[in-house]
């Protein structure tokens, strides 16, 4: 399956995200709910927001601030003003968040998560033209289930020194799940669904997980349904990662495989990434940390974050726009002349933005 040139007419990089019951974007200016975040956050924000601009893309911003707050009975929440705007919006674009280490609250990741019901993590992974990587045709997609399974976060001591933690899975986030994936698939001309497990050892929950894809194959003849253990997938992904194209999964595979799979473009500094919630509510966001190191220096490779932001125009039907600056991006990245540092080169963020919206006018 390597190549699939015949994808490209859709995008190289990222197809529209389709949700099942997606939100119906009006034509005209449309409102996007905007979360910088910490650390190098306000400065990609920053970036994304003027190569939007020389694009003109059809995007007003509404910043808001997401810090923990303590609600009513002690539970924590963001902000009223961040849930308001979402629930408004439906659309968020997030830099990244910083999580102290023994601050007292949940990742401000978790708690965007919990409160939007964002239960589908979708990142699809590349090949960059001209940036080197051991691999050169990487085309897939990770679909991973975002809200139970290893992370449920129910855990107990149940004698001293026997800690038990509980793997969660149901049938009703299994096959909402697996459906996604396959919508997602069907959406996107993307030929097969794997449902990653490893059901010949967590017989019960991964065998329920993996009978919800199997009869939600069911209803999508139209795509190749495959099934495949967890390791044989790693295996077979670092050998040979050309045959992959969609894979869906619980939680935790999907937090370590996404990583992996990221690993093989060039790592979470150029992986865009998308959250699909109930009620048509989806957060595109960079999956990388806030870089304390360079944050502030004008260092930051804002790519992640831009490449998130061009998911989401496609997400919104703004097909255009997202090819235009879509371009611009891998072209820069392709001349190899003005790279941030981490990319290999010795430009400032800035400069590396300067030349994205440079070719995106040079375009019109
Ligand atoms: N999605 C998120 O919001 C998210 C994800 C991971 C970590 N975090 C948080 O970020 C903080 C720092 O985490 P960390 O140091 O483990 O990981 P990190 O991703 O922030 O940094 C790891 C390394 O990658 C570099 N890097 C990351 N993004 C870059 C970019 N866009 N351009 C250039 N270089 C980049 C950093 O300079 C650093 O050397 C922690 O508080 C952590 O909780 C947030």
């Known amino acids: 399956m390597a190549g699939n040139a015949w994808r490209s007419t859709v995008s190289r990089v990222m197809g529209a995200i389709k949700s099942p019951q997606p939100k119906t974007f009006s034509r005209g200016i449309q409102t996007v709910t905007l ?12 970036a994304v927001m003027k190569i939007f601009e020389a694009a003109k893309a059809p995007i007003q911003w509404e910043e808001r601030n997401v810090t923990a707050i303590k609600g009513p009975g002690g539970r924590w929440m963001i902000p009223p003003e961040a849930k308001e705007s979402m629930d408004k919006n439906k ?66 001591v149940i004698v001293d020194g026997v800690v038990q933690s509980i793997k969660l899975i149901t049938e009703e986030a299994s096959r909402r799940i697996a459906e996604y994936a396959f919508e997602y698939a069907r959406n996107n001309q993307r030929a097969s669904v794997t449902a990653v497990h490893k059901a010949n050892i967590m017989r019960m929950s991964d065998g329920l997980f993996l009978r919800k894809c199997r009869e939600v194959a069911e209803n999508y003849k139209d795509v190749k349904f495959t099934e495949m253990y967890l390791d044989t997938v790693c295996l077979n992904m670092v050998q040979d990662p050309s045959q992959f194209d969609v894979l869906v999964m619980p939680n935790l595979y999907g937090d370590i495989l ?50 998130s932001a061009v998911m989401m125009l496609r997400h919104m039907g703004l097909h255009g726009h997202a090819k235009k600056i879509e371009t611009a991006c891998f072209d820069t990245i392709r001349e190899k002349k003005v790279l941030t540092k981490d990319l290999g080169g010795n430009s400032k963020c800035s400069e590396f933005t300067a030349d994205i919206c440079q070719r995106v006018q040079d375009m019109d």
């Open 35 to 46: 979360i910088p975040g910490d650390g190098i956050g306000p400065e990609i924000s920053s």
């Open 91 to 156: 659309i968020g674009l997030k830099g990244p968040l910083k999580t102290p280490i023994a601050a007292g609250h949940p990742s401000m990741n978790l708690l965007l998560r919990k409160t939007f019901d964002l239960y589908a993590n979708v990142r699809p992974c590349v090949s960059i033209e001209g940036y080197k990587t051991p691999y050169t045709d990487v085309d897939l997609v990770t679909i991973r289930e975002n809200t139970e399974g290893e992370y449920s976060g129910i855990e107990h």
């Open 258 to 307: 996404s990583d992996l799979c990221a690993g093989l473009i060039g790592g979470l500094g150029v992986t865009p990434s998308g959250n699909i919630g109930a009620n048509g509510v989806a957060i595109f966001e960079s999956v990388h940390g806030t870089a304390p190191d360079i944050a502030g220096k004008d260092l930051a490779n804002p790519t992640a974050l831009l490449l």
